[in-house]
């Protein structure tokens, strides 16, 4: 594992109480019972830490106004919070990236925090059964909170 990335994981789990080769080995945070990845990606300068989140899949009811709802969100990132949404399968998921240079624990532990909420939201609109035409009301002002 590339250190500064460990200790990027350590200096987190301190910030939020967690131990720190608990998180290390797992690389894995739970932020309101929204699972959250973490993993790195790259080397060197390029190197980025990824967070992904699998939200749930869509009722077949859901299906076409679900996909529908992620491509408009998804374009230019409204409603996702500079995130991006996309496919595992069935199931829903939010990634977003940033390059490990620019997070401390306080910056990762924020991208976090807002990764969850979005997720949160996101997965209580993938996972209603009801008809829904529009974003829930969160998304019209998330285009501007960069997670």
């Known amino acids: 594992m590339f250190a500064p990335y460990e200790e990027l994981l350590s200096a987190l789990a301190e910030e939020v109480g967690l131990e720190a ?4 080995s797992s690389q894995e945070i739970v932020i309101d019972d929204l699972p959250i990845t973490l993993k790195l990606e790259g080397e060197g300068e390029q190197a ?12 077949q009811a859901r299906w076409a106004l679900t996909i529908r709802t992620m ?6 990132w ?10 595992e399968s069935d199931t ?12 401390d624990a306080d910056r990762l532990a924020v991208v976090l925090a807002k990764t969850a909420d979005i997720g949160l939201a996101w997965q209580d609109f993938i996972t209603q059964d009801q008809s829904i035409p529009v974003l ?7 285009s501007s909170v960069r997670v």
């Open 78 to 87: 409204t409603g996702t919070g500079g995130a991006t949404l996309g496919m």
């Open 21 to 24: 080769s608990s998180l290390i």
């Open 71 to 76: 491509l408009q969100a998804n374009h230019l």
């Open 92 to 103: 829903v998921s939010l990634s977003v990236r940033r390059l490990l240079s620019e997070l």
């Open 136 to 142: 829930p009301e969160f998304f019209h002002g998330a």
């Open 48 to 59: 980025e830490v990824r967070l992904c989140c699998r939200l749930g899949a869509p009722s």
